[in-house]
């Protein structure tokens, strides 16, 4: 019977392990080590960017499961600290509120990182645009171009930013009959680094490779062609009927259209380099009863149903007129962030001020003279704020 005791009254195992994984969550070092990791993170992804471009940074860390696996622990260990000091008292304050902030902010960067838009958008003069290239995801699509099926589309290939640029053949395999492989690729304009070894050595600028050379066998025939990155669609007449290819930056719909209007550049005195480049942009929208025309530079961005547009660059165009390029981003978690920041602020103000400000007559918490903090005082315990 006392042994029966005994075993009731000790906790099961996969209570004892509950137990320790609440306690390694809610702990100061593992928030500190979680910092730890997410600075070298970042700093690697830096690295990373600078050698390899934007493209593998964003498919590699900043879109991947275990960089967002890193801030999911860090709003736990956060969150696990909170609960375990409930009920708070008023001298928690601060940290209560600080730590709300965190979350916050923390909850901004899940929204930017499940709704971000990173791309862009390439205005010719006289032209209307109503979507724009995301940066970070490259396609191959290959579609029937017949009377029974117009533009359908039977094949859509994404991989990661280093298998554009691989030497080696790429097989994408048989899509309803039709077999499609990659022979060559064409990389980008290339740029010479410093190195120590060589002297100077040439890489390619990051991006994905800017053309590839596509095998299609449809039937007993066999096309080659060459596309070229986010350039017009080529067909192919096959025993299969024609057929669509585009090797593209994904694109995503606006919802309304933007038209360039005029481009203004301003060259420096003498001639050498550009002062500034404005782009007057008419928005076309169907949900607004006026026309907006508005001058996008890069000081001054357009924003637009959640939409940011910079200006970024220019290309001169072959009758002398000039292209516009401007950069688009949505970020749906950009208010959220900054509330928890200034949440935080606001909590690491008050945790001074709790710990500075004491009522007359007590001192500061874990010294002499202080009743809640004497070992011998009723009802003092371990770690009491």
């Not at 050698?51 to 696996?69: C, D, I, K, M």
């Not at 001298?91 to 709704?115: E, K």
């Amino acid at each position: 019977m006392a042994n029966a005791t005994k075993t009731s009254g000790a906790p099961s195992i996969p209570r004892r392990l509950a137990i320790s994984a609440w306690h390694w969550m809610a702990a100061t070092e593992t928030a500190i080590t979680l910092i730890a990791v997410l600075a070298f993170v970042l700093a690697l992804a830096t690295g990373i960017e600078a050698v390899w471009g934007r493209e593998t940074v964003q498919w590699y860390v900043y879109n991947s499961r275990w960089f967002a696996a890193i801030f999911v622990l860090l709003a736990g260990n956060i969150l696990a600290a909170l609960l375990t000091r409930f009920p708070w008292n008023g001298r928690q304050i601060g940290f209560v509120i600080t730590h709300t902030g965190l979350l916050v902010a923390l909850l901004g960067m899940a929204q930017s990182f499940v709704g971000g838009i990173d791309g862009r958008l390439t205005l010719e003069p006289g032209t209307t645009v109503d979507s724009i290239a995301l940066t970070s995801r490259t396609v191959l699509k290959v579609a029937r171009r017949d009377r029974t099926s117009a533009g359908r589309l039977i094949f859509s290939f994404s991989c990661p930013p280093e298998v554009w640029l691989n030497d080696n053949v790429l097989n994408l395999g048989i899509v309803d009959g039709v077999q499609i492989r990659i022979l060559a690729r064409r990389n980008p304009a290339t740029f010479t680094t410093p190195s120590s070894s060589t002297g100077l050595r040439a890489r390619t600028s990051g991006d994905s490779t800017s053309s590839v050379l596509v095998e299609l066998c449809a039937g007993n025939e066999t096309h080659t062609l060459w596309l070229e990155r986010d350039s017009a669609s080529r067909v192919s007449d096959t025993p299969a009927g024609p057929m669509q290819l585009q090797f593209a930056s994904d694109r995503l719909q606006l919802g309304f259209s933007l038209e360039l209007v005029e481009f203004h550049r301003k060259r420096n005195p003498g001639g050498f380099g550009d002062e500034s480049f404005v782009s007057t942009i008419r928005v076309i929208d169907k949900r607004s009863p006026r026309t907006r025309v508005v001058n996008v530079s890069m000081n001054k961005p357009l924003t637009y149903r959640g939409f940011l547009f910079s200006q970024v660059d220019f290309r001169e165009a072959t009758d002398g007129k000039h292209v516009s390029i401007l950069s688009v981003t949505r970020d749906p978690g950009r208010y959220l962030k900054y509330l928890g920041i200034i949440v935080v602020c606001i909590g690491t103000v008050l945790t001074f001020l709790v710990r500075t400000v004491q009522p007359s007559g007590t001192s500061a918490p874990g010294c002499p003279g202080n009743s809640r903090t004497d070992p011998n005082s009723p009802g003092a315990t371990d770690g009491e704020w």
